[in-house]
């Protein structure tokens, strides 16, 4: 997820480089970038998948194609994700729903829908922050989101080690990304 650009980006390159897989799905909300992307990938499968993770029904679709499919998940990487600069009560109530149902709501979905079409050897990335370990006054609702993204990974780390699932937290202090201009 997040494939569209920042770190959700870069890991669907690396996957590409680096992963064993016969098609990487890529997900963002901008069709053109996932496309933009894909062609620079061309010796592998890639399938864009245009979708808004804060939507009901996006969670939904994904549901469905691999309902449909079944394949073999080998990676997850839940690199979307958003923050604002500004104190709590500056940022607008349905900004702070939005990066919460981002956040914390579609990488929690993503991987409910994922574990079971994952088997020993699949990995997940969940793309947290260092922002994670503390509250940060001026980007608190990022990083309380954040601290959710961390201990789900540590929780799910442990639940799914016996079936060889490994589950990491990508803490990454500041990286200029385009986070850097919406926040």
């Known amino acids: 997820t997040g494939a569209s650009s920042g770190m ?5 390159r690396t996957a590409a480089q680096h992963v064993e897989f016969d098609e990487l799905w890529i997900i963002a909300r ?24 804060t939507e009901a029904n996006a969670i939904s679709e994904i549901a469905a194609l691999l309902a449909q499919e079944k394949p073999k998940v080998s990676l997850l990487v839940n ?20 990066m919460l149902e981002l956040n914390c709501r579609a990488l929690m979905d993503m991987c409910y829908t994922c574990i079971p079409y994952m088997s020993r050897g699949s990995k997940i990335l969940n793309i947290a922050s260092v922002a994670a370990f503390q509250p940060v006054p001026y980007l608190a609702e990022y990083a309380a989101t954040k601290a ?12 799914l080690r016996p079936q060889g699932i490994t589950v990491t937290a990508l803490c990454p202090y500041w990286t200029r990304t385009e986070f850097f201009d919406t926040a």
């Open 79 to 98: 690199g979307a994700g958003f923050g604002k600069f500004q104190a709590v009560m500056d940022v607008p109530q349905g900004v702070a729903d939005s």
């Open 30 to 53: 901008r069709a053109d970038r996932l496309e933009e992307l894909k062609a620079q990938l061309p010796d592998i499968q890639v399938r864009p998948l245009a979708l808004d993770l």
């Open 8 to 12: 959700g980006r870069v890991f669907a």
């Open 148 to 159: 959710f993204a961390l201990s789900l990974s540590r929780a799910l780390w442990k639940e």
